[in-house]
């Protein structure tokens, strides 16, 4: 259920690296426990090892995998990296912590009060039509251009979780957005990952 546990679970079929999935119970606590904390010191979710390596942030970690696998959602060109970066940013500063008041409201039932759900609807409303503007006025399928990266990946947990709660009237009202979902949530990484 961990949506950065997501992006790197993405990531690692995106690059067909072969992993051994751990999970850690929330519920039991697990992500609070010695061992885990020795992993990952924030007691949050996902931590990797790597033939002793080891490493934590869902974004860092997709950066990793990638690499490891010779590039294969990371761009080679200057500008080209530099535009994954800035949508990378994008997600984590500004479309992440508006869509997660609205997964925490409506799929993990935490309570949200009223003022920050009215931040959270204006805030991802913005990013949402930043990102529509900039998917209709580039005409092309993905974040940047052509090519499917890491920038695409970081979105895609957040919209999942997003589009079964009060932010789907938010992501609809979008075109290119909406259309940009759809073929992010079609490609086989991802339905092996949402599995």
Same mark, same amino acid.
């Given at each position: 259920?961990?949506?950065?546990?997501?992006?790197?679970?993405?990531?690692?079929?995106?690059?067909?690296?072969?992993?051994?999935?751990?999970?850690? /119970?929330?519920?039991?606590?697990?992500?609070?426990?010695?061992?885990?904390?020795?992993?990952?010191?924030?007691?949050?979710?996902? @931590?990797?090892?790597? /033939?002793?390596?080891?490493?934590?942030?869902?974004?860092?970690?997709?950066?990793?995998?990638?690499?490891?696998?010779?590039?294969?959602?990371?761009?080679?060109? @200057?500008? /080209?990296?530099?535009?994954?970066?800035?949508?990378?940013?994008?997600?984590?500063?500004?479309?992440?912590?508006?869509?997660?008041?609205?997964?925490?409201?409506?799929?993990?039932?935490?309570?949200?009060?009223?003022? /920050?759900?009215?931040?959270?609807?204006?805030?991802?409303?913005?990013?949402?039509?930043?990102?529509?503007?900039?998917?209709?006025?580039?005409?092309?399928?993905?974040?940047?251009?052509?090519?499917?990266?890491?920038?695409?990946?970081?979105?895609?947990?957040?919209?999942?979780?997003?589009?079964?709660?009060?932010?789907?009237?938010?992501?609809?009202?979008?075109?290119?957005?909406?259309?940009?979902?759809?073929?992010?949530?079609?490609?086989?990484?991802?339905?092996?990952?949402?599995?």
């Amino acid at each position: 259920m961990s949506t950065c546990t997501r992006k790197v679970l993405f990531t690692l079929h995106e690059t067909n690296t072969p992993y051994e999935l751990t999970v850690v /119970d929330f519920a039991k606590g697990e992500h609070k426990a010695p061992a885990h904390l020795a992993r990952q010191p924030f007691g949050q979710l996902p @931590a990797l090892e790597d /033939d002793g390596f080891q490493m934590y942030e869902s974004r860092a970690m997709a950066r990793y995998v990638d690499q490891k696998a010779g590039y294969k959602v990371t761009p080679t060109e @200057a500008h /080209d990296r530099a535009k994954m970066e800035q949508w990378i940013s994008v997600e984590t500063s500004d479309f992440y912590p508006f869509a997660m008041s609205f997964i925490y409201r409506d799929i993990f039932k935490r309570d949200q009060s009223a003022a /920050d759900m009215e931040k959270a609807a204006t805030r991802l409303d913005m990013a949402a039509g930043v990102l529509d503007k900039h998917l209709g006025e580039s005409k092309q399928p993905w974040l940047v251009g052509d090519q499917f990266t890491i920038a695409d990946i970081a979105y895609a947990p957040y919209i999942e979780y997003g589009m079964n709660t009060g932010a789907k009237e938010i992501f609809t009202k979008y075109p290119n957005f909406t259309s940009w979902w759809g073929r992010v949530s079609e490609r086989p990484a991802w339905q092996k990952t949402r599995a």
